[in-house]
């Protein structure tokens, strides 16, 4: 062996033996050694606290300190779909896995966009919920979309969508850019229109807005519109009421009498994901109990296993009863695929204008 190849990088053979065998020392020894890297996986996400939370209740504690490296695409879900639908015949995508609602999660699949679910890499998913076990992705977190409201700057609290959606709040009226489904899907329920009809909630909308409703980029926003008392009533998923609250923002929710329209977050594989076992140790290190009841402390969101422990006192609050969840309605997924362009077109064009 040349002098060349026995002192590659200025350390010589006996040098590279004797660091071996002090690491296989330390490990025998029950002492920390350095984390070998195991892949790196590229996250799309929101932004945000969301993002910040997957960081800290799933990525530092369940794959970084396991030697994966996670790298966070966030952007708004619309420039994430568009993103993978402009990388579908490449060999290779530029992300691993994708953040997505419900909606979303089914819209990708039924496009060709992502790949069916290896649930035998997913060893946590036995206590996955069956409601949130899908083909084309699983579900995280579950809450759903609920009247919100000041408490002290409201002399009748909003018990529906219809409710929380009257244009005589006027500028007290907030709404969410990134909500937009949900919110068409809301106000077409309060107009009396249905999920498949959605032009008296188009109208509603429109007197709300043309009455001085405002409208905030982002939940982060929307939520610092509450704290500053521009606005004191909206629609948002009960979960977010709880961060707020726990935020010490004075904030307050109803379960809506229409029926309260589900609200799933999930991942999904992209078809062309350059590291399908690191998406795959993502998805079951979100599973974990420990990452669940964390989300549920953190954010307010109903956990996807059943193995998680969430005390008494905060399932009361994050939680909905028996008739409450009998009255869930589960958007209507296939509808809003075939609809989503041209509600995001209505939206942008005509609600925003």
């Known amino acids: ?37 195991a892949g790196t996986i590229v996250v799309g996400t929101w932004g945000g606290d969301y993002a910040r939370l997957l960081n800290k209740n799933i990525e530092k504690p369940f794959l970084i300190s396991k030697g994966w490296e996670v790298i966070q695409d ?16 490449l060999p290779r995508g530029s992300t ?3 953040a997505l ?41 579950y809450s ?7 408490p002290d700057k409201t002399k009748t609290p909003p018990k529906s969508y219809a409710d929380a959606l009257n244009p005589e709040l006027g500028a007290a009226l907030g709404f969410i850019d990134i909500q937009y489904q949900y919110t068409l899907l809301a106000a077409a329920l309060a107009a009396g229109g249905s999920q498949t009809d959605l032009e008296p909630g188009k109208k509603l909308l429109l007197e709300c807005r043309k009455a001085g409703a405002r409208i905030y980029p982002t939940n982060e926003s929307f939520a610092q ?23 010490g923002i004075n904030v307050a929710s109803n379960a809506p009498a229409e029926g309260g329209l589900s609200y799933v977050t999930g ?17 079951n290190a979100m599973m974990e109990p420990a990452a669940q009841e964390a989300f549920a402390h953190d954010m307010g969101y109903n956990p996807t296993v059943d193995n998680a422990e969430i005390p008494a006192e905060l399932n009361k ?34 609600f925003k204008a």
Do not use: C
């Open 267 to 283: 991942f999904a594989i992209p078809k062309n994901a350059r590291n399908v076992d690191g998406a795959h140790a993502y998805i």
């Open 225 to 247: 519109g509450l704290k500053s008392e521009e606005i004191t009533a909206g629609i948002m998923w009960k979960a977010r009421t709880v961060q707020w609250q726990n935020a």
């Open 1 to 37: 062996m040349s002098d060349k190849i026995r002192k590659a990088g200025g350390m010589d053979r006996r040098h590279v033996l004797q660091a071996m065998a002090g690491v296989a020392g330390m490990a025998a020894l029950g002492m920390p050694t350095v984390a070998r890297a």
């Open 101 to 141: 609602t419900g909606p979303n999660m089914y819209q990708v699949y039924q496009q060709g966009l992502t790949q069916a679910l290896d649930y035998s890499k997913l060893p946590n998913a036995k206590h996955l919920l069956p409601s949130m076990k899908y083909e084309y992705g699983a579900g995280q977190i």
């Open 317 to 350: 609050r994050i939680g909905f009863s028996k008739s409450e969840i009998d009255k869930l309605i589960t958007p209507d997924f296939g509808f809003i695929l075939e609809h989503d362009m041209e509600m995001k077109e209505w939206w942008d064009k005509e």
């Open 96 to 98: 691993d896995l994708q």
């Open 74 to 89: 966030q952007k708004g879900d619309p420039e994430r779909r568009a993103k993978m639908m402009a990388e579908r015949r």
């Open 144 to 150: 759903a979309m609920v009247p919100v409201f000041n």
